[in-house]
């Protein structure tokens, strides 16, 4: 069922998307989307530079498309757009499931400086039957007026300015518990997620120690 559900995204993609401009995309193209080979390799990476608390981080993720063109001078803001997949909610179980995907959804975009959003809903049988276009910095306002409330976008920025520190820090949820727990099991260094290349690399370049 996940593989197929992959399968229903990414020909959500085809079908959305094109390859150049509206101009510069021939009739025929526009046309057939709906026979292509549905691939996943063509991608864009936003890289950002943005910051929590005192720590500044540079951020890269892949990004699906763009809403028109990318701008002229690199400084202007780029307008990406992510697509994404939903069931379509029928009960009160599935609109919670679905506002829990929103957090998902949100928290990526917000990250990657990705503006807009783009929601197909399908049927069971994977058949899209909606769209919902989502400005990114309203999906928390949305979750608290129309949804469940189920997660709080301000706190997810305190929790992340918090974690994004010195040291090594662990994030712990217990299965089907509603309490998220964060602790500090070193008070510096990397928890060995870096590899000894990177780090004679970063040494030899003059980038600094890495603790």
């Given amino acids: 069922m996940n593989a197929t559900r992959f399968q229903v995204g990414y020909k959500f993609e085809t079908l959305a998307l094109i390859p150049a401009t509206w101009a510069e ?3 025929n193209y526009i046309e057939s989307r709906e026979s292509l080979v549905v691939r996943n390799y063509a991608q864009y990476c ?22 028109d063109a990318k701008p002229c001078r690199p ?21 919670l499931k679905y506002e829990r995907k929103l ?29 919902e276009e989502l400005e990114t910095s309203q999906i928390p306002r949305l979750v608290k007026q129309r949804g469940k409330g189920t997660w709080d976008g301000n706190l997810c ?6 974690i994004v520190g010195e ?21 510096s260094g990397h928890g060995n997620i870096l590899s000894r290349d990177f780090l004679t690399w970063r040494s030899q370049s003059g980038q600094g120690h890495v603790s």
Wanted: without cysteine.
């Fill in 103 to 131: 957090l998902k959804f949100w928290i990526q975009s917000f990250l990657l400086g990705v503006p807009k959003i783009i929601v197909g809903f399908r049927n069971k049988e994977g058949i899209l039957q909606s769209l």
């Fill in 157 to 162: 920025i305190r929790l992340k300015s918090t």
């Fill in 46 to 67: 936003s890289v950002v530079r943005t910051g929590f608390g005192k720590s500044r981080l540079i951020l890269a993720g892949e990004v699906d498309a763009l809403w």
């Fill in 75 to 95: 400084d202007d803001p780029i307008n990406w757009v992510e697509l994404k997949t939903a069931a379509t909610p029928l009960s009160d179980r599935d609109v």
């Fill in 167 to 187: 040291g090594v820090w662990r994030i712990r949820k217990r299965e089907k518990g509603t309490v998220i727990e964060t602790f500090r099991i070193e008070e």
């Fill in 25 to 27: 995309t021939s009739r």
